[in-house]
DNA sequence: TCGCTGCCTGTTAGCGGTCACACTCGGATT
DNA sequence: AATCCGAGTGTGACCGCTAACAGGCAGCGA
């Protein structure tokens, strides 16, 4: 309790040699001889020295940490997103302080941030789904390497996202290649650019196939939502196909749809986005879109280190399609 | 870019002050004088003044860090308690940093505390919910403030866990009370704690009604694994009703009671644990128990922290009860 | 008048690393 | 033989902060 850990310069007395020595052994610098490094290996491992972070941290200007700011960590994409970024970071050395936020407004925002620049994270990455964090990020401190994911397309900052629009372009399509007329679909928020980037993708199917494009159904990300939402579509006898925003709508969808005594997918196909691990168990199995968290995450941290490592340059902007994985909750529309 | 950031001696320079005045003004000392104190401030905003944490680590020996050691962060369990934990933490001035790992066995484990240990985290919370990490835990360096949560309830360390049985005890009981004659129980992985908690209430339960015990139908989390264990009960006639060890399994059985055309709950009641946010929309809605994520963290920190502040001292464990949430997946059974 | 006590403030010495530089020394070059 | 070179190592100065101690200065009792 009352020793203090082992510094550089105990692991140096014992390997007989300057502290400056066993520094070298620790980065791998070439110049050392290699009796010697075998000698501070020796000692270290005899004293069981651990680097201190901290003191590299204060001398260098930045620690080896990347800072995340997040908003709902509990949803499964950002949840998942999350663990893929920890994963990955941990491979190239850096660790992941995780900075939660209720609302993603300019104050919470740039709370997070500013407690992350005060530990010196040696970059930020900025989970920014929504209109309102836009603004918060344009107002942050320029100097610091940062990445916003599936933020705002049309600002001109770092980004990795998730290719919305094609997804649901797949996800549209597929349904209109069973046959259907026409899709009807249920959205996300309207504040979040992934639901935008979804109807986006869902009208432009439509219209380049020359279908109809029913009223938009707008709800939120969540079960009770789309429950609701089906309660109404399932009193529409011409809905025969619904895209809807994430799997758990889906979820609701179909629920309202079995109590309704409309069968899935034989009066109406359902098709969803996320690929939660429970699509596959729902009644019936659901078609969906999965987007790769990992791609997103081996993208984010790619350009946040390439920002790290030289002041500038680098691609501004990287997309991951995702793909389509059809299941059983899609057939061709019943005959009138 | 190349100017570097304010330090404490340069606010103290425009405060005309020394730089341990800021320091005191930063840390809420009593003995400055109120125009001093103004005048540090003043000057703290002016420059935009940060104070580098790693620096304070550095002499303190300790950062503002706790570190999290999880296995698979995509769970709804572990998603939704590291987010309490890290909203906790941030309430008292503490930042979180994830260390995820694959196996929660010696190697990996030890890897990831060494990674928080260089950073002079203040403590650590290690979420261990099996058998493996047990052994890992002890070999670990006795000085560091540790947590462990959902861990061996067997070992003397401390523990914040949730009453698994207690909860399983009221699913079986409630099923009992609603007339069944006894109740079949889907189980989780047998190396978990949880999965053994469960199974200890829900047999402690059929035996205080004197009911028969079935034998158990172990699983895994997934809903998959409940698919298929679902398929099996489906063909057993005198099933009335299942626990399963948690919602997911619930999905599954409730698919393969469906297309055995078995109806929950007319023919079949289920319940389930955890309460994800979807399980009100199953078909049909599920009954199930629901743990306090928010307590457990709450629970976590407070021990944390007391070990943090005090050499010794503080309970070495805490039990957070859980809740029954009724739906509708429970019925009387099928008269026959 | 002289201490003695609190308040308020400044001075100095680290914490444990990295960086820039200086030094030694054997071998190759001139 | 004198010079240069580069590999291997050591020295000292910081990085930005806190802890310990050392004053200065008012008020107060002796």
Chains 1, 2 share one sequence.
């Not at 190239?92 to 995780?98: E, I, P």
């Not at 990300?221 to 006898?237: E, F, I, K, T, V």
Request: a neutral charge; one cysteine or more; aromatic letters at 4%.
């Amino acid at each position: 309790m009352a020793v203090r850990d082992p510094a550089m310069t105990d692991v140096a007395r014992l390997a007989g040699v300057s502290h400056q020595t066993v520094s070298r052994v620790l980065n791998g610098h070439p110049n050392v001889r290699e009796q010697t490094r075998l000698r501070v290996q020796a000692a270290i491992a005899e004293l069981g020295y651990r680097p201190n972070r901290a003191a590299r941290a204060l001398v260098t200007g930045r620690s080896q940490v990347i800072g995340v700011v997040a908003q709902n960590t509990t949803l499964y994409g950002p949840a998942s997103l999350l663990a893929a970024l920890e994963q990955t970071a941990a491979e190239s050395g850096f660790a992941v302080s995780v900075g939660s936020v209720r609302d993603l407004d300019h104050r919470s925002i740039s709370a997070v941030v500013e407690r992350h620049l005060a530990h010196r994270v040696a970059g930020i990455v900025v989970i920014a789904p929504v209109e309102s964090a836009g603004e918060a990020l344009e107002r942050l401190p320029k100097d610091v390497p940062l990445v916003t994911v599936d933020g705002d397309p049309h600002r001109p900052m770092p980004l990795v996202t998730v290719d919305q629009a094609a997804g649901a372009r797949a996800a549209t399509q597929h349904l209109l290649d069973a046959g259907h007329r026409t899709v009807w679909h249920v959205s996300g928020p309207s504040d979040w650019f992934d639901s935008a980037g979804r109807i986006e993708g869902w009208r432009e199917a439509l219209t380049s196939a020359g279908a109809e494009i029913p009223p938009l159904v707008p709800a939120d990300w969540s079960a009770a939502a789309g429950y609701r939402c089906g309660q109404m579509l399932a009193r529409m006898p011409d809905v025969t196909a619904v895209f809807t925003a994430n799997d758990h709508l889906a979820l609701g969808v179909l629920r309202a749809l079995h109590e309704h005594g409309r069968r899935v997918p034989d009066d109406i196909s359902v098709v969803g986005f996320d690929d939660v691990p429970e699509a596959a168990y729902f009644i019936p199995p659901l078609t969906t879109v999965r987007p790769d968290f990992g791609a997103v995450a081996r993208a984010s941290l790619e350009m946040l280190l390439t920002q790290i490592e030289s002041v500038s340059g680098g691609a501004l902007r990287r997309t991951i399609a995702p793909t389509l994985v059809a299941r059983r909750s899609v057939a061709p529309p019943p005959r009138r």
